[in-house]
């Protein structure tokens, strides 16, 4: 079982930064890949990026390369997405997730996720 709690959203000008974090519980989350995903208002989910549980192996939305880092720190249980050149866009409630597989940006393959945290973009 793992819980999932993310943090960091807020408000940002477009072209700014914001790196959201997600902290898990459970000693086996160093066994899990960990993705992030976006959900705009009157949208559905959608893929944003993923790690692997080992070799930090990641994989992007082609609309958020080069602009977003995921990044994990397995002794703190915590994963990262660090948000940088921001567009409104990007304006949408972010989810972290978990899932046994590789760093798939298919959101079936996720057991677990978090309640999610806001980003709002200003232009």
């Known amino acids: 079982q793992v819980q999932l709690v993310e943090s960091g959203g807020g408000l940002v000008q477009a072209g700014g930064s914001l790196r959201l974090s997600c902290a898990a519980s459970g000693r086996t989350f160093r066994r899990y890949a960990m993705g992030w995903f976006s959900q705009a208002p009157g949208k559905e989910r959608e893929f944003v990026a993923a790690?692997?549980?080992?070799?930090?192996?990641?994989r992007y939305a082609d609309s958020v390369k080069g602009r977003f880092t995921i990044s994990r720190d397995n002794a703190k249980n915590t994963v990262y997405l660090q948000m940088n050149s921001l567009k409104p866009e990007d304006t949408a409630v972010y989810y972290c997730?978990?899932?046994?597989?590789?760093?798939?940006?298919?959101?079936?393959?996720?057991?677990?996720w978090g309640q999610g945290t806001q980003v709002t973009v200003s232009s």
């Open positions: 790690i692997n549980w080992i070799g930090g192996g990641t």
């Open positions: 997730a978990a899932g046994p597989g590789l760093n798939t940006p298919v959101e079936s393959q996720y057991d677990y």
